[in-house]
């Protein structure tokens, strides 16, 4: 089973700062994939970052970057130099990598508004 | 050039009054996926296909099914919509087994009336 917590509702960011948003898991899988998704007031879902399980390293696209430490089973999402266009629901998801399932569960999401 | 497509955008639908829901993809992605999600929360899953296999979650209400008749399209059906149904509904794919994201549609709002 999967389990992703997602700990703020909500967050604020001022404008050119860089904003933490947590993500920690619970799975059972023994491989697996991390995804953050970004929802604007739109509604499409739009994907910004992923992470293996099996990566050593940190995932980085751009201005996200995701701060994987397995130990912990937290993969937090890092966006530097926020913009305004930044205001939006941002959701943490996995799914499994096995061939057998690949079901991908979300977190309750997290609300970030960018002030100018 | 739109990969996951949903229609309609905007359906309203009476209460009790059968409706389908479609999603189409260019991508050929062996997995499919169904969400609702609600003002606010994060998106629930329904149902997912890998491939031709029909995995239904554990809490998904009788009254929701779907369909996969080939690779490309997939339809959910609300037998009976209830005001507890309005929602946007999500559709998304997958390549299972690799190190891919899942694609999203643009979402259907149903509204029932």
């Known amino acids: 089973a999967q389990k992703i917590t997602q700990t703020q509702p909500g967050m604020f960011v001022q404008e050119k700062e860089a904003v933490t948003l947590d993500c920690t898991y619970d799975?059972?899988?023994?491989?697996?994939?991390l995804f953050w998704y970004k929802q604007p007031s739109s509604g499409e879902m739009i994907f910004l970052i992923y992470q293996g399980s099996y990566d050593e390293q940190n995932a980085t696209e751009g201005r996200y970057s995701l701060n994987f430490q397995k130990a912990r089973k937290s993969a937090n999402l890092v966006i530097s130099a926020s913009q305004l266009g930044d205001s939006a629901m941002y959701f943490c998801?996995?799914?499994?990598?096995?061939?057998?399932?690949?079901?991908?569960?979300f977190g309750s999401g997290t609300r970030l508004l960018v002030r100018p | 050039d739109a990969m996951v497509i949903q229609n309609p955008r905007y359906q309203v639908t009476q209460f009790g009054k059968p409706v389908t829901l479609s999603c189409s993809q260019t991508?050929?992605?062996?997995?499919m996926y169904w969400y609702q999600q609600k003002s606010s929360q994060a998106p629930k899953l329904l149902f997912h296909y890998y491939d031709k296999d029909f995995n239904n979650e554990a809490d998904t209400p009788d009254n929701f099914q779907s369909r996969r008749p080939n690779t490309s399209f997939c339809f959910l059906d609300i037998r009976s919509p209830g005001l507890g149904d309005a929602a946007m509904y999500l559709c998304?794919?997958?390549?299972?087994?690799?190190?891919?994201?899942?694609?999203f549609g643009q979402g259907t709002r149903l509204t029932v009336v």
């Open positions: 998801a996995s799914a499994p990598l096995g061939d057998s399932s690949y079901k991908l569960i």
């Open positions: 799975t059972s899988d023994q491989s697996y994939g």
């Open positions: 998304a794919t997958s390549r299972a087994g690799l190190n891919t994201e899942a694609f």
């Open positions: 991508l050929n992605h062996n997995v």
